[in-house]
C-alpha cells in the first residue's frame, strides 16, 4: 500500500504528462489541418500527370521500344523499397504499420530468392529497420532540416531512383507509404512505381477517342515526364504521409490524455481511501485509549 | 459564340492560376512557342524555359517557366511545371542567382549540346527579364 505522499506524488505526476498529451494533441491537431490542405492542393498536379502519362501510354504501340522506366526491364530480379515514415515518434501505429507492410513485403521477395535494396526516409523506418535489415539498406534519407514537405526533396528522393535505375541497380520499385483517409484511419499503402502499373479501373477513361497532337513525339515525352513522375508519386506520398502523421499523433495522443484522466480519477479515489482510512485509524486509537482510563 | 477556354496552371504544391476567360495563351514549347485558341485540337507537349503569356479578355498576365507539360484537351489547357513565377513579382535576387547558376552550369565542359542550348535559352530569357 502506498503512502498518501507517494499518492500525492503520482498524482501530480500523471497530470503534467496529461498536460503534455493534450498540448501535443492540440500542435497536431492545428498541423493536421495545414497538411491536409496541403495534400488536397498537391492533388491536381498528381492527378493531371496520371492522365497525361495514361493518355500517352494508350498511344504508344510499339510496347518493345517503349522507355524502360514505364514498361520495365523485362525483370523481375532486383526490388528496390523506399519505405516513407515519419521522422519523430509518439504517433500511435503510425509508423508501425508502414514498417509491417513493409516487411511482409520483405519477406515475400527474400523468400522468392530476389535481390532485395531499401532507401529509407524518415529517420524513425531506419531505426526500425536497420536492426533486422541493415544489410539491404543501401541509403537513408532524412528530411528534419526542411519545416515543410516541398517538392524539392521529393526531386531529391527521385532523382537518387533514377539514378540507379539508369545504372541497372534495380529492375521493380515499390514504395511504401500511409494514405490518410481520416483522422482515425490511415492505410498503409504499397505502391509500384517502376515499371508503372497502370490503373485499370481508372476513372478518366474517357480520353479514348482523343487523338493527341504530340510535340516532339510520344517516346520523347514520354522519356521526359516519367521520371518527373516519379517524383510527383513521391510527393504525393510524403503529402500524405505528412496529414497522416499528424492525424495518427493527433489521435494517440488525445487516447493518452484520456487515459491520463481516468488514471488521475483511480489514483484520486485511492488517495481519498486511504486518507480516510487513516483518519478512522486515528479516531479508532483515540477512543480505544480513552476507554483503557 | 464566345471565343473563350479555361486555362490551369498547377505546380505540386498547389493550384496556381485557374481562369475560364482566356482567349488566347503562348506557351513556350520545346520545339519553338505556340499560340493555343479555342478548339486547338488535343495536344501534348512539354516547355523549355519561358514567359507563358494568357490573354484573358481584362488583362495579360505573363509568367516565367523553367520547364513543365502541357495538354490541351476539351477546350481546357493544362499546364503542369515545377518552377514558375508571375513576372509581375519577379525577385531581381532569384533571377540574378538562376542566370549565375545557369551560366556556371555553362562553362562546365560535360554537358551535352540539347543541355547547352536549353541553358542558352534559359540565360537569355532570364537576361531579357532583369532588363524590363
Known amino acids: 500500500m502506498p503512502s498518501l505522499d507517494d499518492l500525492r506524488k503520482r498524482i501530480t505526476s500523471v497530470k503534467s504528462t496529461q498536460k503534455i498529451t493534450k498540448a501535443m494533441k492540440m500542435v497536431a491537431a ?17 492527378e493531371k500527370m496520371n492522365n497525361v502519362i495514361l493518355n500517352l501510354s494508350k498511344s504508344i504501340t510499339d510496347k518493345e521500344n517503349a522507355p524502360k522506366l514505364l514498361v520495365g526491364t523485362g525483370e523481375e530480379k532486383v526490388h528496390l523499397c523506399i519505405v516513407l515514415t515519419a521522422d519523430r515518434g509518439l504517433c500511435g501505429g503510425f509508423n508501425t504499420n508502414i514498417i509491417k507492410k513493409a516487411k511482409s513485403y520483405f519477406e515475400k521477395i527474400i523468400s522468392e530468392n530476389k535481390t532485395l535494396k531499401i532507401i529509407t526516409v524518415g529517420s524513425k523506418g531506419y531505426d526500425q529497420l536497420k536492426r533486422q535489415y541493415k544489410s539491404y539498406i543501401v541509403e537513408n534519407i532524412s528530411f528534419k532540416e526542411s519545416k515543410n514537405i516541398n517538392y524539392f526533396d521529393a526531386d531529391k528522393v527521385g532523382k537518387i531512383i533514377i539514378e540507379k535505375f539508369e545504372k541497372n541497380e534495380f529492375d521493380v520499385c515499390a514504395i511504401f507509404y500511409n494514405k490518410f483517409k481520416n483522422v482515425i484511419t490511415q492505410i498503409p499503402q504499397e505502391q509500384q512505381i517502376v515499371p508503372l502499373n497502370e490503373d485499370k479501373d481508372d ?6 477517342d482523343n487523338d493527341y497532337e504530340f510535340e516532339p513525339d510520344e517516346d520523347e515525352i514520354l522519356s521526359n515526364l516519367l521520371p518527373k513522375n516519379i517524383s510527383t508519386q513521391i510527393f504525393k506520398a510524403m503529402l500524405e504521409n505528412s496529414a497522416s502523421e499528424q492525424g495518427s499523433r493527433m489521435t494517440a495522443m488525445d487516447n493518452a490524455t484520456r487515459n491520463a484522466g481516468e488514471l488521475v480519477d483511480r ?17 479508532i486509537e483515540i477512543i480505544s485509549g480513552a476507554e483503557s482510563l | ?5 479555361n486555362i490551369d496552371i498547377v505546380n505540386p504544391e498547389q493550384s496556381f492560376l485557374s481562369k475560364d476567360n482566356v482567349f488566347e495563351v503562348v506557351i513556350p514549347a520545346v520545339e519553338g512557342e505556340i499560340g493555343i485558341l479555342k478548339d ?27 520547364d513543365g507539360i502541357v495538354e490541351f484537351k476539351d477546350n481546357t489547357l493544362s499546364v503542369l511545371t515545377s518552377s514558375i513565377f508571375d513576372l509581375k513579382d519577379a525577385d531581381k535576387n532569384f533571377v540574378s542567382e538562376s542566370i549565375s547558376s545557369a551560366e556556371a552550369e555553362l562553362s562546365k565542359d560535360n554537358i551535352d549540346d540539347q543541355k547547352r542550348f536549353l541553358l542558352n535559352h534559359k540565360v537569355e530569357v532570364l537576361k531579357s527579364i532583369s532588363i524590363n
Open chain 1, 30 to 46: 492545428a498541423k493536421l489541418r495545414k497538411a491536409q490542405e496541403n495534400a488536397e492542393k498537391g492533388r491536381p498536379y498528381s
Open chain 1, 203 to 208: 476513372k478518366d477513361d474517357t480520353g479514348n
Open chain 2, 40 to 66: 486547338h485540337i488535343p495536344i501534348i507537349s512539354f516547355l523549355k524555359p519561358g514567359i507563358i503569356r494568357v490573354f484573358s479578355e481584362s488583362e495579360e498576365q505573363s509568367f516565367y517557366v523553367e
Open chain 2, 1 to 5: 459564340m464566345s471565343n473563350l477556354f
Open chain 1, 267 to 283: 489514483l484520486t479515489i485511492e488517495y481519498n481511501r486511504s486518507r480516510q482510512a487513516a483518519i478512522t485509524k486515528e479516531l
